[in-house]
């Protein structure tokens, strides 16, 4: 499953990294230090009417930056919503973007990066395609603990006309510097906390078990499954945990960089067509399917399953691999109950629309390649069955 060592793994990292309580106060030194003077902070209305934004504004100004704010970033942005993110970055003249939010922005400005340099629509950038070409730099600075975006070379943007979720890769994408300041995520409400949280250990899952799986992904994935094992009920339960939001903050951004550089699968390349169709939050529609797609993959990759259950607490060094990948599948199911992830039943999907669109969303899943990279990779007939599996 892993590349032995004398095969060389292009690694890929932002060439920053300030992690910490109060890193976020250091942006002006960040975005100065790299020799920008213009950025553009890339946001939502919500971080607007908290503050946060006029204090980033006003950390930059101190240093000496010529700073401008694009508040109208939306949940899962799609290809309408940066049509005035790029009229933006031309009205600033901008140098640079400022990626602060949650996965959605950090998304947004990242295509803003590409797309103020490449011009064209971004369905021109979508996977197989592999953009490593010029870009605008992008410093990212995650208020959420989950996306992982501030350390990775994707984002993901929805076709405003056929309601694709297009993933897009390359190292075009890879912000140049990345704050994580986990006091960002001390307001994030339980519901928010469990999704990203969710989706932050199925990135770190996906990576280990991906068949692109390399040493120094492996490292970093069994570390935030390990950390993530500990501290997600933690904060669910209690969002004022310091410790539990500084760790699983970090470990959030470990399992970034390990799908950065290895791969998600099969509950990603699932999870989009979901959040696409139905506008499921990302976190969200990967914890409806986490438990179901490791129990179809788990006997493809059994050793490589089990090592998770041992970074995750819920296997012994000295249980059989077989023993060891069940207690994954049936811990990840405690783990989502636990957390009270609805089906798509329960979270008001009708049943009818869900039917009709299962055909459509197994096609898209396949053809964003993720699968490619699962332990065993689906038909199109075994990704219906998921789907209609996991709805009630």
């Known amino acids: 499953m892993t590349k032995g060592p004398h095969v060389a793994v ?19 030194e960040v ?22 934004v006029e204090r980033m504004v006003s950390r930059l100004e101190a240093a000496g930056l010529a700073a401008a704010v694009f508040a109208d970033t939306v949940p899962d942005p799609t290809t309408d919503s940066l049509v005035a993110g790029l009229e933006a970055v031309a009205a600033h003249d901008a140098d ?63 076709d405003s006309v056929t309601n694709e979720k297009m993933l ?13 300041d986990y006091r960002l995520t001390l307001t994030m409400p339980p519901r928010l906390t469990a999704d990203t949280g969710v989706d932050a ?49 970090f470990a959030a951004t470990q399992a970034g960089v390990a799908f950065s550089n290895s791969s998600v699968a099969l509950v990603h390349g699932m ?14 529609s990967n914890a409806m399917l986490f ?49 009270e992830v609805p089906t798509p039943r329960a979270y008001g999907i009708d049943k009818r629309d869900w039917d009709t669109l299962v055909p459509l969303m197994a096609e898209q899943a396949l053809a964003s390649g993720s699968p490619n990279n699962n332990p065993i990779v689906p038909t199109e007939e075994e990704i219906r069955d998921l789907y209609a599996r996991i709805y009630d």
């Open 168 to 180: 897009c890769p390359g190292a075009a994408f890879l912000p140049i510097a990345a704050v994580v």
């Open 201 to 249: 250990l199925t990135h770190a899952i996906e990576a280990y078990v991906s068949k692109k799986a390399n040493p120094f992904s492996d490292t970093l994935a069994l570390a935030a499954i390990e950390t993530i094992g500990k501290v997600l009920r933690r904060v669910y339960e209690n969002g004022n945990d310091e410790d539990a939001r500084e760790q699983m903050m």
């Open 31 to 52: 975005v100065a230090g790299l020799g920008l003077s213009r950025p553009l902070v890339v946001t939502d209305r919500f971080l607007v009417g908290t503050g946060a």
């Open 291 to 339: 438990p179901a797609v490791t129990a179809f993959s788990v006997r493809a990759a059994e050793s490589r399953y089990a090592d998770c259950a041992r970074a995750l607490g819920v296997a012994s060094p000295d249980d059989r691999d077989a023993t060891a990948a069940d207690n994954l599948v049936a811990a990840l199911a405690e783990l989502c109950r636990d957390v």
């Open 96 to 158: 640079c973007v400022i990626g602060f939010g949650g996965g959605s922005p950090m998304d947004t400005a990242k295509a803003l990066g590409l797309l103020a340099v490449h011009g064209g629509q971004m369905s021109d950038y979508k996977a197989p395609r592999v953009n490593n070409g010029p870009a605008l730099p992008v410093v990212a600075v995650p208020t959420t603990a989950g996306s992982g975006s501030e350390a990775t070379q994707f984002t993901v943007i929805s």
């Open 271 to 284: 999870s989009r067509p979901i959040g696409a169709h139905f506008h499921v939050a990302h976190g969200l």
């Open 10 to 28: 292009p690694i890929a990292l932002p060439r920053v990294m300030r992690i910490g309580g109060g890193a976020v106060d250091e942006i002006g």
